[in-house]
């Protein structure tokens, strides 16, 4: 079964430093997302991709964070200058084409950022 | 701005019981998804909801949709420990994105 594929698991960085992290979306997939979630908290939307550009992001997806589809198949979410309030579970989705009319949107395993 | 929210929070059951949890949704949604989530684990998917007045069973979870109420609830039945974990729901609105709602801690007391 094809599944959406997260690295690293677990990242540790000192305060200050870029991190990014890398999704393998499922082949064919169009929709993609990275949502966070801080230990013991609700998942937080950050931000939604389609058609190679951002159609929406939160609040919190500020100036230090951005994403990229490097090469048409991995998506990143890069944070320029890690804050100690970045230390979360980042959880990238994707979905097809028609994933608002069957409901299926898939999740990573996630990439749990530690900032020190 | 779509709001969800779950209660309640934290939910302690012997096994044998069956309880509910709701959550509830502040503007229209066109889908209602029910997630599992294990300690440290990503999330997975127990049932999406697509319609007013669906209902969705899987062993002993069985969700429900009431579109009108703005209203899901997930109900367990006669309680197992495999089944402790973290319930979200998550509702869609419009502009293509889940909206989480705040979880609920079951645990399920032998």
């Known amino acids: 079964e094809p599944e959406v594929t997260q690295t690293p698991s677990h990242q540790v960085t000192q305060m200050g430093q870029e991190v990014i992290l890398r999704c393998v979306p499922i082949?064919?997939?169009?929709?993609f997302y990275w949502y966070r979630q801080i230990l013991g908290q609700k998942v937080e939307f950050l931000v939604s991709?389609?058609?190679?550009?951002?159609?929406?992001k939160s609040e919190i997806f500020d100036d230090q964070f951005s994403v990229e589809r490097p090469d048409g198949s991995n998506f990143t979410l890069k944070i320029r200058s890690t804050k100690l309030e970045d230390s979360a579970m980042y959880f990238c989705?994707?979905?097809?084409?028609?994933?608002?009319?069957?409901?299926?949107?898939?999740f990573g395993e996630g990439s749990r950022l530690t900032v020190l | 701005e779509l709001k969800v929210e779950q209660n309640p929070l934290f939910l302690s059951m012997q096994e044998g019981k069956n309880y509910t949890i709701y959550c509830n949704y502040s503007?229209?949604?066109?889908?209602l998804y029910w997630y599992r989530q294990d300690p440290g684990k990503s999330l997975e998917s127990l049932f999406v909801?697509?319609?007013?007045?669906a209902v969705k069973q899987e062993g002993r979870l069985m969700a429900s949709l009431d579109t009108k109420a703005r209203l899901s609830t997930l109900h367990i039945t006669a309680a197992v420990h495999d089944l402790s974990a973290t319930y979200f729901c998550?509702?869609?609105?419009?502009?293509?994105?889940?909206?989480f709602g705040t979880g609920t801690r079951l645990t399920i007391i032998p």
């Open positions: 909801l697509l319609s007013n007045g």
């Open positions: 991709f389609y058609n190679n550009e951002i159609s929406e």
């Open positions: 082949s064919n997939h169009l929709y």
């Open positions: 989705a994707s979905g097809a084409l028609r994933w608002l009319a069957t409901g299926e949107l898939f």
């Open positions: 503007t229209t949604s066109d889908r």
């Open positions: 998550a509702a869609l609105a419009g502009n293509e994105k889940l909206t």
